[in-house]
């Protein structure tokens, strides 16, 4: 059974910082791409950031300088390090694993950045 669990999310002041985890089992972690999506109230879900098995990154034009994603494949696990949060990032954070066969959603986590 396959399952990616996110962890981190959480209210945090506008100029903070947060870093999301999403722990994967049940799936070859190594071979897969896996991303980061955010999705605001009222909005389409979008793509944050993106890592590939073989460690090339690509992010949303809204968060580069901003955010990193990360992957230990150790641990079955990739990370987002969010800094410099805005309002505007406010939104459910999913991960996604997939390749060319499958694709994977964990339940996301809620991201709030308020005063």
């Known amino acids: 059974q396959v399952q990616l669990v996110e962890s981190g999310g959480g209210l945090v002041q506008p100029g903070g910082s947060l870093r999301l985890s999403c722990a994967a089992s049940g799936i070859t972690f190594s071979i897969y791409t896996m991303g980061w999506y955010r999705q605001a109230p009222g909005k389409q879900r979008e793509l944050v950031a993106a890592i590939t098995s073989g460690g090339t990154t690509n992010y949303a034009d809204s968060v580069k300088g901003r955010f990193i994603i990360s992957r230990e494949n150790a641990k079955n696990t990739v990370y987002l390090q969010m800094n410099s949060l805005k309002p505007e990032d406010t939104a459910v954070y999913s991960c996604?694993?997939?390749?060319?066969?499958?694709?994977?959603w964990g339940q996301g986590t809620q991201v709030t950045v308020s005063s």
């Open positions: 996604n694993a997939h390749n060319s066969l499958y694709s994977y």
